[in-house]
């Protein structure tokens, strides 16, 4: 049950970084006036999708604090890393990005990196 902890909040993590992506990718470039940007800024927070990435963010920063309550922090943080990975699928499959042979050599080292750093609890 403890790993849910970490595994929810690399799947919020996820999750915010797609819906922004997607977001964003329909709004105009920010404003160079700072009145713009302010006004640019209220306008996406306004957005119901916008929205649902800053609960998410607060609920897996809750589910982040659960998850340090149960493993040491050099145990855990390894598995946000997993969120790369996650984003790079799910960039592919959702916004046609390619994935490249040093993307994958990179998100190999990564899962390479966590598995070694977390094959031991102590």
Do not use: C, R
């Not at 929810?8 to 105009?28: D, H, N």
């Not at 996650?86 to 050599?105: A, M, P």
């Amino acid at each position: 049950m403890a790993h849910t902890y970490i595994f929810a909040t690399v799947l919020l993590s996820i999750y915010t970084q797609l819906v922004l992506k997607w977001q964003l990718g329909k709004m105009p470039s920010l404003p160079a006036s700072l009145s713009g940007k302010l006004i640019y800024l209220l306008t996406l927070i306004s957005e119901p999708w916008i929205l649902s990435t800053l609960v998410a963010t607060f609920i897996g920063g809750v589910s982040w604090m659960a998850a340090l309550s149960k493993f040491p922090v050099s145990y855990a943080f390894p598995f946000v890393s997993l969120a790369f990975v996650g984003v790079l699928v799910f960039d592919n499959i959702l916004f046609n990005e390619s994935i490249t042979v040093v993307k994958v050599l990179g998100m190999s080292l990564i899962v390479s990196g966590l598995v070694i750093s977390s094959s031991q609890l102590k």
